[in-house]
């Protein structure tokens, strides 16, 4: 089966559903979400309120990739595989991605490309899709929108924060923090897990790596900004520690795993 029917099929099925026997999981952020099976629908299954889709400019199209193709499938296209179906859903449920779900459901997009080209591309891309997103203007986010992009990788910071217009902010680094950015601008610190702390997922975290990533947590939540690590040991161990530290995304490739985590 293509992704192309895939898609067309999974989103028939659910927006018939109207998601209404999933429930929203606002700690979970699908990392390198694309990889599964069907995009994009089967964290939404899963009630994940935050994806992960890594993009290459190629031709001036923005591809969804890992790594670089070499070649290219014409269905990869951020559009088609997030874009397009996130404007369905949110028009089939009166303006959310879950229904009666208030909070925003969190499109994070990883430019493995040249910063300034590729969101130029993206820019326009998502004026396209206003209508769902929530913009920063003058400084101010607009709270009545269902979803919030935020743009990691090769980020073109500078532009974003000189811009009174935004449709698309940042995914801000530890280093990013005490230097004035908002949190409409930045609204989410995200580091390698491994950079902070070694501990390994097992047994109970020890008190030197516990105070490493809480010091990053506690600065971040101080400027209103949510927390990401990735690459953790992708264990129940490890997402309970995390969120009794405060992360706010527990980065998980292990999406039903997930969701029955989250129900005990």
Known sequence: MTIKFSLVLILLIFSLQGWAQVQPLPNAHAHNDYEHERPLLDALANGFTSVEADVYLINGELYVYHDRPETIDPNRTLEKLYLEPLSRIVEKNNGHVYKGYESFFHLMIDFKTEGESTYQVLKAQLEKYEVM???????????????????????????????????????????????????????????????????????????????????????????????????????PNTWKAMLELGVDFVNTDKLAEFRSFSKK
């Open 133 to 235: 997103l929530s913009r920063v203007m003058d400084g101010e986010r607009e709270m009545d929108k269902p979803v919030l992009v935020f743009i990691s990788g090769s980020r073109p910071v500078e532009t974003i924060i000189n811009e009174s217009v935004n449709l698309a902010t940042l995914d801000g680094r530890p280093s990013d923090l005490g230097r004035g950015f908002s949190t409409e601008k930045m609204p989410v610190i995200s580091q390698n897990y491994w950079s902070i702390s070694n501990w390994n997922g097992e047994g109970t975290i020890d008190e030197l790596n516990r105070q490493k990533l809480s010091d990053v947590i506690d600065q971040a939540h101080a400027e209103g900004k949510k927390v990401r690590f990735w690459a953790i040991p992708d264990n």
